[in-house]
Nanobody, 120 residues
C-alpha cells in the first residue's frame, strides 16, 4: 500500500524558512523519482521540485534559488528546505513518486499534505 506522510508545514512571515519532510512507503523509494507538489485554494496542483535517483534536481522557476530538495534513501524520506518564503508560496504541499520523463505521479494516491501559510 503506497503511503506518503508529509510534515513540517506551518505559519511563517514572508522571508522566513520551513523544512518539509515526506516519508514514503509501499514502493521502492530509492529507484523512483520523487516530486514535491503544492496546491493553493482555487488553483491547480503544480510541481515544485523533484529529486531523481541519479542526483538530478528539478525546480520550478518560481522557487529556484530559494527551495532545496533532498532525499534520504535509507529513510525513504524526501525533504524540501524552503527559504525566503513569499505569500504566494502558501499552499498545501504533497510529495509523490513521479515518472522521471514526465513528472506525472506514478500512483494515484495522495497523503494529507502539509499546510504552509506565509503572511506578508
Amino acid at each position: 500500500q503506497v503511503q506518503h506522510v508529509e510534515s513540517g508545514g506551518g505559519s511563517v512571515q514572508a522571508g522566513g524558512s520551513l523544512r518539509l519532510s515526506c516519508a514514503a512507503s509501499g514502493y521502492p523509494f530509492r529507484t523512483n523519482c520523487i516530486g514535491w507538489f503544492r496546491q493553493a485554494p482555487g488553483k491547480e496542483r503544480e510541481g515544485v521540485a523533484g529529486a531523481w535517483p541519479d542526483g538530478y534536481r528539478y525546480y520550478t522557476a518560481s522557487v529556484k534559488g530559494r527551495f532545496t530538495i533532498s532525499r534520504d534513501d535509507a529513510k525513504n524520506t524526501v525533504y524540501l528546505q524552503m527559504n525566503s518564503l513569499k505569500p504566494e508560496d502558501s499552499a498545501v504541499y504533497h510529495c509523490a513518486a513521479v515518472r522521471c520523463d514526465t513528472y506525472i505521479p506514478v500512483y494515484n494516491t495522495w497523503g494529507q499534505g502539509t499546510l504552509v501559510t506565509v503572511s506578508s
